[in-house]
């Protein structure tokens, strides 16, 4: 007889959109994870249900009546576990990571506003590329990440001549800038191919999200601005495209659907089959170049990654506040640029 050891896992943000797929994959194989912890923030409700159904021994939520243990990072810290997965959105997870990739311990990371705010850090100790390839502490979770992370293993990072993501475009992709001056949070939320929280998907339609992208690329895996690319891909099919200085390229392309790249670093470095849609070999895909100046929040936030990257973290916190406001009914869309502007 031999005993499977299960991977134990601490989910933060479990109740969101990352968290309750990551658990919709758990799900399928719960003889092969053990929640040992969640976290969330102060939906106690779905969290509770969460506790509850898998069992999990220690928890944090935002509400103080609510938890057994009182910050992320003392739950962390207090549990035996095997994999961290980052999918709380904000920056409080920041020392959590830390604490985690100190131990050698891997995040399947999601969270993005950490690693645009403190990405040199996170590359310090990560060791960026080849680093995060060989041996890595981060799991990537987004699926361009995922995508670039699946190119770019087993081959020498120096060899790289571009790598390309793409963007979906958003909600608003076919409106004139005058026709979004009147958009409700409602149209912007309405994404056309991805289903995600709110936050990440009005960044979505002003490609905000799409520029943190490419921040993060440059952090996690140590490439220059200059050979990161985003082309707007209508179909959110192919995630990730990395192409060599000898001509080839090396494509991911799935369905969209995050439990892809959530399974992958769930049982990383295995793959295992999983009841997802084939990919459509047959569908058209399309390709279009990012013209300068059709989304200023792109071009905005990357002005600022390259000539002010101490300003990230002001640029992270302003763009949330700013998001905010705009669900809350105080800002059109079309202000959002320039309120985002304060942040320098
Ligand atoms: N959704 C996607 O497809 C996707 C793809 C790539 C990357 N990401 C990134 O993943 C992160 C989460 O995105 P999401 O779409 O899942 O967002 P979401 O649906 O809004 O969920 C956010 C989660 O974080 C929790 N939370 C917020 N503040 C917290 C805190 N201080 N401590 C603990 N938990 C906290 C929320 O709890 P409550 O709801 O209980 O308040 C919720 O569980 C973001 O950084 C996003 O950019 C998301």
Redesign the pocket.
Known sequence: MYLIMKKRLII????????TQTLDVVRNFLNDFEIVGL?????TK??EKQIKEFGAGEY???DDSFRTRSS?LDLVQNLEFDLLVG????I?SLESFLYCFEKKIPVAL????VVVSFGEKIKEICGGAPAVLDNPLVLP??SEHSGLFQCLRGEDIFSVKRVIITASGGALRDLSEKEKEAVTPDQVLSHPT?K?????TVDSATLMNKAFEVIEAHFLFGIPYEKIEVRLHRESRVHAIVEFNDGHSKLVVSEPD?RLPIQYALFFPKRIKMDASPFDYDQDLSFQKLEKGSYPCFDFALEIARKYPKKLGNLVQKDEEVVNEFLDGKIRFTEILNNLKKCL
């Open positions: 933060f943000g479990s109740t969101g959109s990352i968290g976290a969330a923030g102060r939906n779905l969290l944090f939520s935002l992320l999918g709380a959105s904000g409080d999601a969270n993005k506003e979770v987004d991805w995600m929280g709110k936050k990440v995050m």
